[in-house]
């Protein structure tokens, strides 16, 4: 009679599967996520603009030769 030998662990079989699902699955997500850093960058670098060439509160005050003036009627 023939004995059967059973192994013990994973088969090998499953390994590459494994591996190759965890490949296969980066490599349809990479457009994305290149996508959406990109996006990101663009959204930020615009809002970086608008704060900049925003006025700022003290270009809006009046001069201090304006207060000296007296209006006589």
Do not use: C
Request: hydrophobic share 40%; glycine share 4%.
């Amino acid at each position: 009679m023939a004995t059967q030998h059973k192994k013990i662990g994973r088969n090998q079989a499953e390994d590459k599967k494994g591996t190759y699902l965890h490949k296969d699955n980066w490599e349809v997500m990479k457009p994305f996520v290149h996508f959406s850093v990109k996006a990101i960058t663009v959204i930020g670098s615009a809002l970086v603009a608008i704060v900049k060439h925003a006025p700022k509160a003290l270009e809006h005050k009046p001069e201090e030769k304006k207060k000296d003036r007296i209006i006589k009627i």
